[in-house]
């Protein structure tokens, strides 16, 4: 089965910074690289697919890249309702995993 | 209106076998693969098992196989997971989700239910 490893765990910003984080899979999977959001009670949001294609409704300060094994998530110019957790999940092969988050937290 | 509404959870007593119901409803539901999701309270998110749109094609989590078993009806709108031979360790929430693309298993799910909880416990 395909590992997903994100970094860091956590992350402490302030509102207008720009973050990055990075999500690693233990195999290529081409661009078949998932990001989302959650919020305490809620469900997962999908923000972006395939590595880099923005849902609709998402905005624009969210952006992904990314192929093979190495992939990243960029938020720049932080809102308040960006503080939350952010998973990555690869739908390449077999069991579809996810990473263990990274949480997004105010300093 | 898009929708995904989960059902069946409660609490089990270890061993004990359990079927979750998820209802789709304001799309084409034979259209799409669908998947099962938990997440235990304060943790992360766990694919537990997936099925292509026609029902042919299954997978699920190592965690999982063998004891778990995905189905739909697609005549019903309809998601199923039954879960048998239940560990505490099986405890969680559990959400169905769609993918954003019809006729693909390579998206990322842009729908979610609310989720049903499972709770193992003695």
């Known amino acids: 089965d395909i590992q997903m490893t994100q970094s860091p765990s956590s992350l402490s910003a302030s509102v207008g910074d720009r973050v990055t984080f990075t999500c690693r899979a233990s195999?290529?999977?081409?661009?078949?690289l998932n990001w989302y959001q959650q919020k305490p009670g809620k469900a997962p949001k999908l923000l972006i697919s395939?590595?880099?294609s923005l849902q609709s409704g998402v905005p624009s300060r969210f952006s992904g890249s990314g192929s093979g094994t190495d992939f990243t998530l960029t938020i720049n110019n932080l809102q308040p309702e960006d503080f939350a957790t952010y998973y990555c999940?690869?739908?390449?092969?077999?069991?579809?995993?996810f990473g263990q988050g990274t949480k997004l937290e105010i300093k | 209106e898009v929708q995904l509404v989960e059902s069946g959870g409660g609490v089990i007593r270890p061993g004990g076998s359990v079927r979750l119901s998820c209802e789709a409803s304001?799309?084409?539901?034979?259209?799409?693969?669908m998947s099962w999701v938990r997440q235990v309270p304060g943790m992360g998110l766990e694919w537990v098992s997936g099925?292509?749109?026609?029902?042919?094609?299954?997978g699920y989590a190592d965690s999982v196989k063998g004891r778990f078993t995905i189905s739909r009806d697609n005549a019903k709108n309809s998601l199923y997971l039954q879960m048998n031979s239940l560990r505490v360790e099986d405890t969680a929430l559990y959400y169905c989700?769609?993918?954003?693309?019809?006729?693909?298993?390579?998206?990322?799910?842009?729908?979610w239910g609310q989720g049903t909880t499972v709770t193992v416990s003695s």
């Open positions: 195999q290529s999977i081409i661009s078949y």
């Open positions: 099925i292509n749109w026609k029902g042919v094609s299954t």
């Open positions: 395939t590595a880099s």
């Open positions: 304001g799309f084409n539901f034979d259209d799409y693969a």
């Open positions: 999940q690869q739908s390449y092969s077999g069991p579809r995993t």
């Open positions: 989700a769609r993918p954003a693309l019809r006729l693909s298993s390579y998206y990322g799910l842009d729908v």
